[in-house]
């Protein structure tokens, strides 16, 4: 059942309540699983009108629920798509295979020969190859920002990605992947506006959620067009699934739904299914990890072999960072990095002695995880992109779960005795 606009819910409320009619499935109070890869018609003339509305949006079938094959959508991914877009506060949402499916679908319908972009950095490393590496071959160019605060310098970068041609897409990740680094919403989203009134085309914002998502940081209502959320990490939150969203206006998500229905890209029933039960807990699994986030981080903090963690609780007072996540967002998430003293062999050393604490990339899942991410998730970004991001040999990402903080207090502190 589409949520009412004029109900004042909150998003953890249309976590559990939007995108599901019991009364659709003989009253059962949770979504059946609709694996099927086609739908019947009731005859040639329904079939031919379904197809009108969904390729046309037009006909006697135009804005009525029907279906054609699961490629194009299926019951499972109109409520998961129903629920994300009511949880963020969107018009649209589509659900893709997984995130960087997402992220490529907005490349490829917003970038043309001769665009250029702008991506925050540090971003996470398969979205760095998307925009350094693979786009560049169909004639597009990437500048970085790598001030998300700095009004200054985010109009030099755009000044210098307008050189190379029209401004197409400003994406941001914020918290950044994986340093936690943050960007002013607000601030990108004005400095668009600013390049669109000037030139006549203004580029649109898109959001990478991820850190955050879907309730610490509400990225629609500080005006980004696009908002992307690999539902593969908290919104998932079990590490048993990969997936994608993108939520905006209808009138950017509709290309959208079109193109991934030419890529096949979308996600599977009972995919759809498993996020559309996990999104019910995202906000109590968060709430755990960021609690617990802040008691490992704080143990770090004050341990003499961490140079230091970019936990954004720990930001300064009178920071133009600390301003911007006071302003931004109500919580300071659960993933964040710790440098240590020295390099490479010393974060090995911390990470080959964890017991409790579990080495795998991603994020997000209730078991707490750790990475190296010079060597793992952005083992394939140049080496001098990663130290401009602030990724050192020493650097490790933690992404905290909802154990018992002192369980994992205790797992460190042995670990760090062999470094």
């Known amino acids: 059942m589409p949520h009412d606009p004029a109900l004042p819910l909150r998003p953890e409320t249309l976590a559990i309540t939007s995108g599901y009619d019991p009364a659709s499935a003989w009253g059962a109070a949770k979504p059946p699983v609709y694996l099927t890869s086609t739908f019947v018609y009731e005859s040639a003339e329904q ?3 379904i197809h009108e509305a969904y390729f046309r949006g037009t006909g006697p079938m135009a804005g009525q629920p029907a279906y054609i094959y699961a490629r194009l959508s299926h019951p499972n991914l109109a409520m998961l798509e129903t629920r994300l877009a009511a949880i963020d506060g969107a018009e649209r949402a589509a659900v893709f295979a997984s995130g960087m499916a997402a992220h ?6 917003h970038l043309r020969p001769g665009d250029s972009v702008l991506h925050s ?11 350094n590496q693979l786009m560049p071959r169909f004639g597009a160019t990437a500048l970085p920002i790598l001030d998300g605060c700095d009004g200054d310098h985010i109009r030099a970068q755009a000044e210098r990605a307008l050189a190379h041609g029209p401004l197409a897409l400003i994406v941001i990740e914020t918290p950044a992947n994986p340093t936690a680094a943050i960007t002013d919403i607000a601030l990108v989203v004005a400095i668009a506006d600013e390049v669109g009134a000037r030139t006549g085309r203004r580029p649109l914002v898109v959001c990478d959620n991820t850190f955050l998502a879907p309730f610490a940081q509400r990225p629609i209502a500080l005006g980004v067009d696009l908002n992307m959320t690999s539902l593969t990490k908290y919104c998932g939150g079990h590490s048993d699934l990969l997936s994608g969203g993108i939520s905006g206006r209808a009138g950017l998500i509709e290309p959208l739904l079109q193109l991934r229905t030419v890529l096949g890209t979308h996600c599977d029933p009972f995919t759809c299914w498993l996020v559309l039960r996990s999104l019910e807990s995202v906000a109590v699994r968060s709430e755990r990890a960021m609690a617990n986030a802040l008691t490992v981080a ?8 961490v140079a230091g963690v970019t936990y954004l609780g720990f930001l ?12 931004q967002c109500s919580g300071f998430g659960s993933t964040f990095s710790l ?8 974060a090995f050393a911390l990470l080959d002695h964890l017991h409790l604490v579990k080495q795998a990339v991603s994020l997000g899942g209730s078991e707490t995880l750790a990475c190296h991410s010079a060597t793992t998730t952005h083992y ?4 001098a992109d990663r130290a401009a991001g602030g990724i050192t040999d020493g650097t490790i990402r933690l992404s905290v779960g909802i154990e018992h903080p002192d369980d994992l207090i205790a797992d460190f502190a042995q670990a760090l005795e062999h470094v």
Not at 104 to 109: P, R, T, V, Y
Not at 317 to 327: I, K, L, N, S
């Open 298 to 305: 704080t143990f770090l903090r004050d341990h003499p072999k």
């Open 104 to 109: 490529s679908a907005i490349a490829i319908q």
């Open 380 to 383: 394939n970004v140049p080496a």
């Open 121 to 131: 950095r540090p971003i996470y490393g398969g979205t760095e190859g998307l925009y």
């Open 339 to 346: 440098h240590l003293h020295g390099g490479e062999a010393q």
């Open 47 to 49: 079939a031919k009108a």
């Open 316 to 327: 300064a007072e009178g920071t133009p960072q600390r301003a911007v996540v006071d302003r």
